[in-house]
């Protein structure tokens, strides 16, 4: 209809249909990659999608005018903090999801989405806001993985992070990781959980986690969601916490067999040690039964090589 307006903070399929001709292929890039991961600043968004700094900037200051995307107030992070924390408003959620076909609550629950800031919080916003440092923490895990494949596309073309699912999306019961990837490596596919840790979980939580580990394999949930079990890559703050985590690992696996494909490293050795320059790719792996200074690489020598001969290869791609 001529002279029709475009409401920005409409749902109805009329008005996202008129928003949707005012947004670039690009920006629904950016507007899918905020809905799913929420509070990354802008030199980690032009990271993810491969951008330049000013090109997300002025994509997203066009979203923000458009009322689709909002940055965090001073108010609701720390000073310490960027000050560009980007995440969708409610109108921004709404598009997002019509984009993957689906109404927004069913986004929310497959894809993960989140955000709408304090006025309509969705998903898992307010989990996220309040241990923001942590979801940071784990965000940057992910980042560093596309920089450094970013690095080294000239010379090892077709190696890529394929897949990144936010911890909601890939959440089963009491089966909660940090997230989700899946990688080619040297023409071979591997999918890997995250479990970020801050050294602030107790011997009780880790016990409750691996055993929710143990369930999901056992009872061969996992095959719902992928083509083998993914290998669980443990990031934590220093030697202490990850041994404690070994420790509480060994404890799971007692009367198990085998026992999960866990690899356990320190947060400094992927990013702050000298004598790593490959990253997750570095020697700095050991597997909870290992001795500390016996490291190894992953996906070299994944855990699962053995034990699970399609596993942690690949998943089935479902929803969105």
């Known amino acids: 209809m001529v002279g029709a307006v475009c409401r920005p903070d409409a749902s109805t399929d009329g008005d996202l249909g008129c928003l949707a001709l005012q947004v670039s292929p690009m920006e629904q890039l950016l507007l899918d990659i905020v809905g799913r991961h929420p509070f990354l600043a802008a030199e980690s968004l032009a990271t993810v999608l491969g951008w330049q700094v000013r090109r997300v900037r002025a994509r997203r200051a066009h979203l923000i005018e458009m009322g689709f995307i909002r940055l965090l107030s001073a ?5 310490s903090l960027p000050e560009d924390l980007t995440e969708l408003t409610r109108a921004g959620l709404e598009f997002v999801a019509a984009q993957q076909g689906l109404g927004l609550p069913r986004a929310v629950r497959f894809n993960g989405l989140a955000g709408g800031g304090p006025e309509h919080p969705t998903g898992s916003r307010q989990l996220l806001l309040r241990d923001l440092e942590h979801t940071r923490g784990a965000d940057a895990v992910f980042v560093g993985l596309y920089r450094q494949f970013a690095a080294t596309a000239e010379t090892k073309g077709g190696d890529a992070l394929l897949e990144w699912r936010n911890a909601a999306a890939c959440s089963r019961r009491r089966v909660r990781p940090d997230g989700y990837g899946m990688i080619r490596y040297r023409g071979e596919m591997y999918g890997f959980f995250l479990e970020y840790d801050r050294g602030t979980m107790s011997a009780r939580d880790y016990s409750a986690k691996w055993a929710g580990y143990y369930d999901y394999r056992d009872s061969r949930a996992y095959e719902r969601d992928y083509d083998g079990l993914p290998t669980i890559l443990v990031v934590t703050t220093d030697k202490t916490a990850e041994e404690r985590i070994a420790r509480s690992t060994r404890a799971a696996s007692v009367g198990r ?25 570095g020697r700095i792996w050991r597997g909870p039964h290992d001795p500390f200074d016996e490291r190894s690489r992953w996906p070299d020598n994944p855990p699962s090589k053995t034990s699970y001969p399609s596993g942690a290869r690949g998943r089935r791609f479902g929803r969105g």
Do not use: K, M, Q, Y
């Open 257 to 281: 067999s085998p026992p999960l494909p866990i690899l356990l490293t320190c947060e400094w050795r992927v990013s702050r040690d000298p004598a790593n320059r490959n990253g997750l790719f």
């Open 75 to 79: 108010g609701e992070r720390r000073e």
